[in-house]
């Protein structure tokens, strides 16, 4: 219903390229990164700078909370320009660990639908299977490759590649009747977040990003 | 010296470096993350690693004064220190990490402080090795250096 709104609003023909939600309205994705090794913060920075994402690297789970505005804080930043597409983080920080940064943003309604990786030097099943039960979009074992950026941006940039399909549709409609564009759309959108937060992650991973259309 | 050489020299200069296993997989990484805006990242990664991991050894090294021994909070300073050596591709550092945990674990104090004087030694043989390293390569220039065709 919010989706069809936002349709009617953005009803002018040139403002047809509606990005519901999606990285802003450039490709590129912004990706935050949470380390707490200077060295790490640099090589990850770089590692997504040369995929062509925008990077936030900050040094803490608490910081990052922060910059999420999930710290409890009255916080007057506009999302809009610092919508986060991806979080990456590792796992062993002190103070917060990742797994707890990670619980917090699944707890959140608002950044739930964020796909957070754990990044750790270890190899420990029973902590990548707490992750993963957790929400996790993936576990990777550091030192973090190029490849290993380059497929994350594939599989984010697959869901939203979705999303664009329908905006292309979405596009051609407009010249049409808006109105019978409100049922195209699942009016249950946050409901079926709901049913797929409540799956283990892990298993329904794949099919999450089906649903996502 | 003339062009071809200086990237012979270069050549020659960084094969030992991975062939006695002093460098890892993960410099090659790193270099491929140079390019032409960036022509000194690794440069810049491994000087940040030594500033960085110096406050870290001397940590280590006033935890190891202490008697008795904290092994819990040696073993979370020496992860650190092990995963920024493992970020640049530092391989003999690291395993002299992996022994100094083994150590921790199984409470040995020797063990660590014997580990810790090994690493040590690692870590300013990497440190000459890698300026001098640096130094040639400045004067070739940086696409020449990375090894894999871009």
């Keep these: 219903m919010e989706i069809a709104g936002e349709i009617l609003r953005r009803s002018l023909p040139e403002e047809v390229g509606v990005s519901y939600g999606s990285s802003s309205d450039s490709e590129e994705l912004h990706v935050l990164a949470v380390d707490d090794s200077y060295v790490d913060r640099k090589v990850i920075e770089r590692l997504l700078r040369i995929s062509s994402c925008k990077v936030t690297a900050v040094e803490s789970g608490t910081r990052a909370l922060q910059f999420l505005g999930l710290d409890g804080e009255k916080n007057s930043v506009g999302f809009s320009d610092l919508k986060v597409n991806l979080i990456m983080t590792d796992y062993s920080m002190p103070g917060m660990t990742g797994y707890e940064l990670l619980k917090k943003i699944k707890e959140s309604s608002a950044f739930r639908e964020i796909p957070v990786v754990i990044m750790s030097s270890e190899n420990i099943l029973a902590r990548i299977d707490r992750c993963l039960e957790e929400g996790a979009e993936e576990f990777i074992v550091k030192p973090v490759k190029l490849s290993d950026v380059k497929r994350l941006k594939d599989f984010i940039m697959k869901g939203d590649g979705e999303e664009k399909g329908r905006r292309t549709i979405l596009k051609r409609k407009m010249q049409d009747d808006i109105f019978s564009l409100s049922s195209q759309f699942p009016a249950s959108d946050s409901v079926s977040s709901e049913l797929e937060s409540s799956t283990p992650l892990y298993l329904s991973k794949r099919p999450k990003l089906l649903n996502r259309g | ?150």
């Design chain 2, 1 to 150: 010296m003339e062009r071809n050489q200086l990237h012979r020299l270069v050549a020659l200069s960084r094969q030992p470096l991975f062939d006695q296993g002093f460098l890892d997989e993960q410099f090659l990484q790193l270099e491929e993350l140079q390019d032409d805006a960036n022509p000194n990242f690794v440069e810049e990664v491994v000087t940040l690693y030594y500033r960085d991991s110096a406050r870290l050894i001397l940590n280590i090294e006033q935890a190891l004064e202490r008697n008795p021994l904290d092994f819990n909070k040696l073993d979370i300073l020496m992860h650190q220190f092990k995963g920024s050596s493992s970020s640049i591709g530092a391989k003999k550092v690291k395993a002299e990490c992996t022994f100094f945990r083994e150590n921790c674990r199984a409470g040995n104090g020797e063990g660590c402080i014997r580990t810790f004087q090994q690493l040590k030694k690692e870590y300013a043989t990497l440190r000459k090795k890698l300026e001098a390293y640096f130094q040639l390569t400045r004067q070739v220039g940086p696409a020449e250096t990375a090894c894999r065709p871009k």
